[in-house]
């Protein structure tokens, strides 16, 4: 297998000085599978009680899904379903937009706990054309819900879908699947 692309981030103030990394969409890659967006949040080191300055305020989604996940940190999701919940490392936040929502990310962790370094990954996810009006809803999933391995220096969380005998619980709306994985220097898998 040969490396195809190389896809360098296009960074976006989502505001207050707070930067993702824009990934996807590429101009000769304009989606992975059912993955529309990827953004990659930080690393960035936010100050003890960090102004909402930064925080992603309030914005719509129609006719597709957000996850969220972290590898360090924690951010707080708020909609207007009424979910009010941390995302911490490990964990996944897959919020379903369909008719329309409106969410934003918090760092009130930072705030009120003192300075915080958040790095992370959300994707949007197309729903397919059929399920692009249906319901919000907002799911949040944990450990258990998440399958991990560790195989030779090689160590995966599955983050939602599924692949061989592995499931997440999270609840997809096409065949999918999303891993996170850690490897250590000089490993190999074949």
Do not use: C
């Not at 998440?146 to 499931?167: C, E, F, Q, V």
């Amino acid at each position: 297998m040969s490396i195809q692309y190389v896809i360098d981030r296009r960074t976006n103030d989502l505001g207050g000085g707070f930067e993702v990394g824009r990934l996807l969409p590429f101009r000769s890659q304009p989606m992975v599978g059912p993955f529309i967006f990827f953004d990659h949040m930080g690393p960035v080191d936010l100050p003890a009680h960090v102004s909402t300055d930064v925080d992603v305020r309030p914005h719509p989604h129609i006719g597709l899904s957000t996850v969220t996940y972290l590898f360090d940190g924690t951010t707080t999701h708020r909609d207007t379903l009424g979910v009010h919940q941390q995302i911490r490392p490990g964990e996944v936040n897959w919020m379903v937009a369909g008719s329309g929502i409106t969410h934003s990310e918090r760092f009130e962790y930072a705030r009120t706990h003192g300075g915080d370094t958040v790095h992370g990954i959300q994707t949007w996810v197309a729903l397919p054309v059929e399920d692009e009006e249906t319901s919000p809803a907002f799911y949040h999933h944990e450990g258990a819900d998440l399958p991990t391995w560790n195989d030779d220096g090689i160590r995966g969380r599955l983050i939602a879908g599924s692949i061989g005998s592995m499931k997440a619980a999270v609840k997809t709306f096409s065949p999918l699947f999303y891993m996170h994985w850690d490897m250590d220097a000089g490993s190999n898998q074949s």
